[in-house]
């Protein structure tokens, strides 16, 4: 913690950013903080309740967070590997921020969570962490936690309905997707949704109805999933904004398992590696093509 | 609101036996927008596009489709019709109910049901479309040719020939390749020189080549049409235009020592040197690496000492005072609107060390150390009047001719063990070639060729090569060697006679490997100057197989020759004319005009995730900087150039915030046939 | 220094002065070796031919029982042995359910087997110590380095230097000043798998080999193999008979060259067992011999 | 082995033992011009490549396959890396489970015999071995001149050495033999 | 018996070249299949697909060249990427894939393109209407 703030102060003294993004605490459990003044470094924290991932703040889409100047973001082993998704796709450029890598030991599902870090609190993206020890900041303080306790396991999940008949999965979607509301709370929080203009506000024509209607809703979120295959970073921060509940990252976690044993490819936090979007290899699979 | 037209062809009986024509004209009559709807015997007829013509006119219609046959067989003449009536071409699409519909369907209802459907959904997708320009790319009618070999010189002199200007760039001093070193050529036995030497001078006097010997590429940038290349001018020390080839030089250099690359180092040369006495241009380079000054100089440098002229011999002996020290590399830019590559091939070599990882060599012929082990170029060399031996073949250990000859084909080819799957194509028809030559050239000898399968699949080869074993004696035996060693004076070749199923010994005075045949040294480094893709091996990739072969996925960039795969002289020469035809159709008009069929950005929407730029095969998307009043990037977005897009939609199917439309098959367009066919 | 030591069958016996001469070279060179305990036989030259999974096994048994004694690695002079033992080892490696079987079999766990070194290797990684131990350079005794097969192949599975021109038996007896001739027969097979049963043949195949090294004005033949050795050794007269010029070619383990050259006694290493006598060479040597002997008692 | 599937019975047996495919023999013939054994053999090693392809049984019955010394420098030197040598072994190892005694008399004793003594020592006795195999060839006179010297240079051990873990070596080759019987059954 | 509506996005050189092909030999197929011409299979987004089905298709097919004869000699790769994941996720979600045919049909193959217009018809006539959008009748 101290490390932290220590860090964080010599960087706003410095200098040489002119915001820290981190988290605090509040009544409401910890939220996001922008400190800017070497004197409230303090407020800066980092526990199992620091669930946000905040490399969405580097999204260029956030014009308003980039007026506020140059910034140090703190990120998780995890997080990281939305920002390098960020780099690889040219959306930032690694010289225009900092990141401060926190070592970390699991999180919470909820930010808001009390009581101990355990297999039924613990966020299932924990589960088979392998970057607790950031790679890509400049930046990594604090000590390395103790192996967070397994918990649930989304593959598990996909496992679990992909063991249903075909029309009760179909149900369960659309059971599910029929609570969407169209907020797109799925989208604002997503550090790797990037666009200008999102495709369900063009026009012409009507790729997707904007209505909150299973069709339109259906499309959305193929598209959504598909648009994030091979770049989701896992945070399943969409999960959680979602105000209806919906399991929507369950559909990024699928994609990401098709795309690691088709394409033989995993998202990791180095912005050098070769994504496979608008890549191919010749000998890919094809059993499904007559 | 649209003004579309609908013609109903019945293709006499084709269409009409099935369809009912007229039933679909008028169903499709009352369609919204659809101003008139008839149906017509003939439309593709004179009188058929004349009704189209007139309804234009007369309706003023903004969209016409055509209900008839394929758009692949008729869709560019009603496009015509329709622009000869003032309507833009790209206002015209075709439905096809032929093909699709009346051929594959019994006379049925459903049958003018779906050609309806079909007819509708045209309309609505021609509702869509817009007015389309014929995209036009200024060109530069210049070719750049890389590789003065056989192939390169046939590219230039077609080229040339049909009035176009030329450059040649050749990293040797002189023109003429590898043929420039061949003895006779088969199926013919004619001498090499002979029918090459007059061709290289043709191309270095033609009044549209422009040649740069000891020069090499060392950028390309633009695209089809419109290309600048920057060209390496190599240090001469010789200034050709001043020099007289009186060769002067060349007999007072004392470095003497230079294996000589021509003679395929049979011989030594001095430092200054023309590589052969028909070399062209006939005039002599300084080789830096044995020259005595230059020697002295890299040395002097390496010490942080003053440079002091050494020798210099040859420019005191220049009565043309040709010769300068101070001149180093020279880089030139020149405009090109196509590209030949012709850069030929190199041997394999049997030698312990390999230029790759992937390739080993052949530790079971001693790795090639022993001097009477020669590969198939060494032997050209011995057997070439011009050679080190003027023709008579010697083994080079002592001179004396070999009474016993082995020829090994298949040295690293088709040797996956050492590295090279492929079979090289030549070996079979120049070892015939040899063994021929060896007994015209030693009487009673004895000429032994080991051989795993004969490819003589060019005109009059297979002959040759029956030739060789019928009537010049060659003994052809099918199996691989295991090993050569020498043992009493002789070199001991240990084969197989794999058809007698016999192990066979032969104690050979000369041993003569068809070493396999691999794309020039740095031929990828150059490949990456050109974005253009190669194999493993380093062979050029072409853009089809079949119905592309001389051209690459870069458009304007085309293949000639061994840059692409093992070739002879023949198909060297055929394909060299190939590029030649490619390239002058391409500079047969000031401007190319391509189908607008192209993707466009829509910027204001672009995010610059590139995800269209890392699918795109043709490397058409290019980066644009949106900059504000003061200059200052604000973000970056793609741009797609029109002159190297083809049309086939990947980006903007890649593309996740859909900024990106494939003109001739907007989403607009494919939405409304989606649309209609659904329903 | 501390290795693995494997000393196989034939090293108790017919081969009685190559583990002499190893033992006494290395107890000069004070390289303490440990013997595998209990080990079995390798299995060559029968069982892999008749029986891939026993030609794996019996090796394997070895390779566990080292791998408890927490060797490291394992010497294993005679090339046979070597060839079972890495080929045993490189096999289980590069198939896991053949690892899985054979563990069963011997109801003994199978980890990361040693590292199984020849004798060649094993004295070019000692040469620092050896050279500075050269008392009296075999002053250019002229020896035909004979690999034969089993030390050279399967490639992938000795790694040695090259597969068709290999060095390293060269430069063991070049540093200890002896002078290697080039010849062709280094890596042909001795066919000492058949010694008894077609004597003939290999009579045959050995005769080719001697008359190659004395064509090459070898005065010795030095070898790193048992079988090699009893058979171009034991066999040399009924190779060598009717042949015209065929004068008694001696051959040496390479560990009893390296001994000479350090001076040590002749016949603590065993030279006396050899069939065709080494007592020439010897006096060709003599001096240095005499020297030796002065300092071994 | 992608292709286990095709071919005759014993084509498809050596690539499941070997994970070979010897389809991709070319029939170059290197591996017979380099074979020490070559003149010796009525069947050369390129030659019985062909047979394997062709899945040709009586290559089992065929002494050829005995001949060969394992020398390995067909399998060093193939070009298309088939490694004739130990498909070879495999050939064997098939012709000892479906027809025994099909070896030459003398190898077939020498194999035995050796393969008796590890059973019996754990280790080689070596002159149990040559005893075993000149009982089992009939070779009785061979080499007598050979014997003696051995004896005067210490090379003959007159008592066996036993080792302690001969139960494991027992296993071992029980182990192998049943996997023989039973791979036999397979085969038919 | 159920007609079901079938729509194919196939691209312009191997496939609806084929399908020309089908016609010129006449081969019978089930009139239940209307192509939309693309360039390329590489144009096609699987939203093409998505739309068609809520506009009311039962069922889809997607051609084009085989690997190796794409006339963009790419498109085709970076198409059976975005269908392998389609595909996954149509399953994923329950939707029936069996309702989407992917084939790579070459402009020599008429027949095998006979074959996949009436092979899909008699599948999707098999599984009877698309019902993916409960109350879909709401908007439609």
Not at chain 4, 68 to 77: F, I, N, P
């Amino acid at each position: 913690m101290n490390a932290l703030r220590d860090l964080a102060r010599q960087l706003l003294e410095a200098g040489e950013v002119k915001v820290v993004i981190g988290y605090e605490d509040s009544r409401r459990g910890v939220r996001p903080a922008f400190v800017s003044d070497p004197a409230d470094v303090d407020r800066l924290i980092f526990d199992a309740r620091c669930v946000h991932n905040l490399a969405t703040y580097l999204n260029p889409r956030r014009g308003h967070v980039k007026r506020l100047g140059r910034a140090a973001v703190v990120v998780k082993g995890c997080d990281a590997r939305a920002v390098a998704g960020l780099l690889r796709e040219q959306q930032i450029a690694r010289e225009d921020f900092v990141l401060i890598g926190v070592r970390c030991g699991g999180v919470f599902d909820t930010p808001d969570a009390t009581g101990p870090l355990d297999a039924a609190s613990i966020a299932p993206r924990c589960h088979g962490c392998t970057v607790r020890e950031p790679s890509l900041p400049e930046h990594v303080v604090g000590d390395l936690p103790p192996e967070p306790p397994v918990g649930r396991d989304l593959d598990a999940e996909v496992a679990r309905l992909m063991a249903m008949p075909a029309a009760e999965r179909l149900a369960f979607w659309n059971r599910e997707l029929a609570k969407c509301v169209r907020c797109y709370a799925c989208r604002q929080v997503c550090p790797l949704c990037v666009c200008e203009r999102c495709i369900v506000d063009k026009t012409q024509p009507r790729w997707i109805e904007p209505s909150a209607h299973t069709r339109g809703n259906l499309a959305w979120h193929l598209t959504r999933a598909q648009h994030l295959a091979g770049r989701c970073s896992g945070c399943s921060e969409c999960e959680r904004a979602c105000p209806e509940g919906i399991p929507i990252h369950l559909l990024n976690h699928f994609l990401a398992g098709v795309v690691r044993d088709a394409f033989d490819h995993v998202v990791g936090d180095d912005p050098d590696a070769p994504a496979p979007v608008g890549a191919f290899r010749k000998d890919d699979a094809e059993e499904f093509i007559v | 609101m649209a003004r579309i037209g609908v013609f109903v062809c019945h293709c006499g009986e084709n269409i009409a036996r099935t369809v009912d024509c007229a039933a679909v004209a008028g169903s499709v009559a009352d369609h919204p927008s659809v101003v008139c709807s008839v149906d017509y015997k003939y439309m593709c007829s004179d009188p058929g596009q004349n009704l189209v013509k007139d309804a234009i006119t007369e309706h003023g219609l903004d969209g016409v489709v055509v209900a008839a046959c394929s758009p692949h067989m008729h869709l560019k003449t009603f496009r015509r019709a329709a622009s000869n009536a003032g309507l833009n071409a790209y206002l015209v699409e075709m439905a096809n109910i032929r093909e699709q519909c009346a051929w594959i369907h019994p006379r049925t209802p459903e049958t003018t049901v779906k050609a309806t459907d079909l007819v509708r959904a045209m309309v609505e997708k021609v509702k869509q479309n817009v007015p389309l320009e014929p995209i036009r790319i200024p060109v530069t009618p210049t070719a750049l040719v890389i590789g003065g070999g056989i192939a390169g010189i046939q590219a230039a002199l077609d080229i040339a020939e049909a009035g176009r200007d030329v450059i040649i760039v050749e990293k040797e001093p002189s023109l003429g390749g590898h043929m420039s070193q061949l003895s006779e050529t088969f199926p013919t036995l004619d001498c090499s020189q002979c029918i090459l030497t007059p061709r290289m001078v043709d191309a270095y006097q033609h009044p549209r080549i422009k040649l740069y010997t000891y020069s090499e590429v060392e950028k390309l940038e633009g695209y089809i049409g419109n290309f600048e290349v920057t060209i390496r001018k190599k240090g001469r020390s010789v200034d050709i235009d001043t020099c007289t080839g009186c060769g002067a030089c060349m007999e007072v250099c004392p470095s003497k020592k230079a294996l000589d690359e021509f003679d395929m180092g049979l011989r030594t040369r001095t430092a200054v040197y023309t590589p052969f006495p028909q070399a062209v241009p006939n005039k002599p380079v300084i080789d830096r690496e044995h020259c005595l000054h230059y020697k002295a100089e890299a040395r002097a440098i390496a010490r942080g000492k003053p440079v002091k002229a050494v020798c210099q011999k040859c420019a005191k002996a220049c009565a043309a005072d040709a010769i300068s020290f101070d001149g180093g590399d020279e880089l030139i830019k020149e405009k090109v609107g196509a590209v030949v590559v012709a850069t030929g091939f190199q041997l394999y070599s049997v030698a312990k060390d390999q230029p790759e990882p992937y390739l080993e060599g052949y530790g079971e012929y001693g790795y090639g150390a022993d001097p009477d082990i020669v590969d198939g170029l060494q032997f050209e060399r011995l057997a070439s009047a011009s050679g080190p031996t003027g023709g008579k073949i010697l083994c080079p250990s002592n001179g004396q001719a070999p009474k016993t000859i082995v020829f090994i084909q298949c040295t690293g080819s088709r040797d996956p063990a050492k590295g090279i799957e492929y079979c090289s194509g030549v070996c079979c028809m120049y070892t015939a070639k040899h063994a021929m030559l060896y007994q015209h050239s030693v009487h009673g000898g004895r000429a032994v060729v080991f051989y795993m399968d004969i490819r003589a699949t060019g005109k009059g080869y297979d002959a040759f090569t029956r030739r060789a074993a019928e009537e010049s004696g060659a003994e052809y035996v099918r199996g691989r060697v295991s090993a050569i060693y020498r043992a009493d004076g002789k070199l001991v070749v240990k084969g197989v006679d794999t058809l007698g199923g016999e192990p066979m010994t032969v104690q050979a005075d000369m041993v003569v490997l068809a070493t396999a045949i691999r794309p020039q040294p740095g031929i990828k480094e150059l490949a990456q100057k050109l974005s253009i893709s190669y194999d493993q091996h380093g062979f050029l990739n072409e853009a089809h197989p079949k119905l592309r072969p001389v051209e690459t996925n870069t458009a304007g960039i085309f293949l000639a020759g061994c840059s692409q795969a093992p070739r002879d002289i023949p198909d060297s020469v055929a394909m060299a004319s190939a590029t030649a035809a490619k390239v002058l159709a391409l500079f047969s008009r000031s401007e190319m005009e391509r189908e607008p069929q192209v993707a466009k950005v829509d910027q204001a929407t672009c995010s610059g995730c590139f995800h269209c730029e890392r699918a795109c095969a043709y490397g058409a998307v290019e980066h644009l900087e949106v900059k504000d009043r003061r200059g200052n990037v604000l973000r970056v977005v793609a741009q797609i150039n029109p002159g190297v897009c083809q049309g086939c939609g990947t980006c903007a199917a890649n593309c996740p915030s859909k900024s990106i439309e494939l003109d001739g098959f907007t989403d607009a367009q494919v939405f409304a046939s989606i649309q209609a066919l659904s329903l | 220094m501390r290795f693995g030591y494997y000393p196989g069958c034939s090293l108790h016996a017919t081969a009685r002065e190559f583990s002499e001469s190893l033992l006494t070279l290395v107890k000069a060179l004070d390289v303490q070796l440990d013997e595998v305990e209990d080990w079995a036989c390798c299995g060559a030259s029968s069982a892999h031919a008749t029986n891939h999974l026993l030609g794996v096994a019996l090796p394997a048994r070895t390779l566990a029982i080292a791998e408890g004694q927490g060797l490291d690695n394992i010497v294993a002079p005679c090339a046979a042995c070597y060839g079972r033992l890495a080929g045993a080892a490189h096999e289980i490696e590069g198939d896991a359910a053949l690892k899985g079987q054979v563990a069963e079999i011997l109801k003994r766990p199978l980890g990361t087997p040693p590292e199984i070194i020849n004798v060649v290797g094993f004295l070019q990684s000692l040469l620092p110590e050896i050279q500075p131990r050269v008392v009296k350079p075999l002053d250019g005794l002229k020896v035909a380095c004979y690999y034969g097969c089993l030390l050279l192949r399967p490639h992938k599975v000795t790694r040695f230097d090259d597969r068709e021109q290999p060095e390293s038996m060269e430069q063991v007896c070049a540093a200890v000043g002896a002078t290697p001739v080039a010849w062709n027969k280094r890596i042909e097979c001795c066919g000492a798998g058949f010694s008894l049963s077609r004597t003939g043949s290999v009579i045959r195949m050995g005769r080719e080999i001697l008359d190659d090294a004395r064509a090459a004005g070898a005065e010795a033949v030095v070898v790193g193999c048992p079988m090699c050795h009893s058979n171009l050794d034991m066999r040399q007269p009924a190779m060598n008979r009717g042949q015209a010029g065929a004068g008694a070619l001696p051959v040496l383990y390479i560990t009893e060259l390296v001994g000479l050259a350090m001076g040590l006694d002749p016949k603590a290493m065993g030279l006396q067992r050899h069939y065709v006598s080494t007592q020439p060479l010897l006096d060709r040597l003599s001096t240095a011999v005499a020297v030796a002997e002065g300092e071994v008692s | 082995m992608s292709h286990s599937e095709h071919g005759p019975p014993l084509t498809r047996e050596i690539r499941a033992r070997t994970g070979i495919d010897p389809a991709r023999c070319y029939q170059c013939g290197k591996c017979t011009a380099g074979c020490p054994m070559a003149d010796e053999m009525p069947t050369r090693i390129q030659q019985i490549m062909r047979k394997i392809q062709q899945g040709r049984e009586e290559l089992l019955e065929d002494p050829s396959i005995w001949l060969c010394l394992s020398c390995e420098q067909c399998s060093s030197r193939c070009p298309q890396q088939v490694e004739p040598a130990r498909l070879v072994d495999a050939l064997r190892e098939l012709a000892m489970e479906r027809a025994p005694g099909t070896a030459p008399r003398r190898i077939g004793a020498f194999h035995t015999a050796f393969l008796e003594q590890i059973k019996l020592n754990g280790r080689l006795y070596e002159f149990g071995l040559v005893l075993g195999y000149k009982l089992r060839s009939g070779a009785l006179l061979d080499d007598v001149e050979s014997a003696p010297g051995m004896m005067a240079r210490g090379k003959l051990a007159l008592v066996p050495t036993r080792i302690d873990g001969l139960d494991d070596v027992r296993r071992i080759f029980e182990a192998c033999e049943r996997r023989d019987s039973s791979s036999e059954e397979e085969a038919k | 018996m159920f007609e079901p509506r079938i729509v194919a996005f196939v691209c312009n050189w191997c496939t609806y070249t084929g399908a020309d092909l089908a016609g010129t030999s006449r081969l019978p197929m089930a009139t239940n299949v209307r192509i939309v011409r693309l360039p390329c299979t590489g144009r096609i987004d699987p939203l093409f697909i998505v739309k068609a089905f809520e506009r009311g298709a039962d069922g889809v097919i997607v051609s084009g060249c085989h690997p190796g004869d794409c006339h963009y000699s790419e498109g085709n790769y970076h198409a059976r990427r975005r269908f392998r994941l389609f595909k996954e996720l149509m399953d994923f979600t329950g939707i029936d894939s069996d309702r989407v045919t992917f084939s790579w049909v070459s402009a020599s193959q008429g027949q095998k393109w006979a074959d996949v217009v009436n092979g899909t018809t008699e599948r999707i006539r098999a599984l009877g209407p698309f019902e993916g959008y409960p109350g879909s009748e709401e908007v439609a």
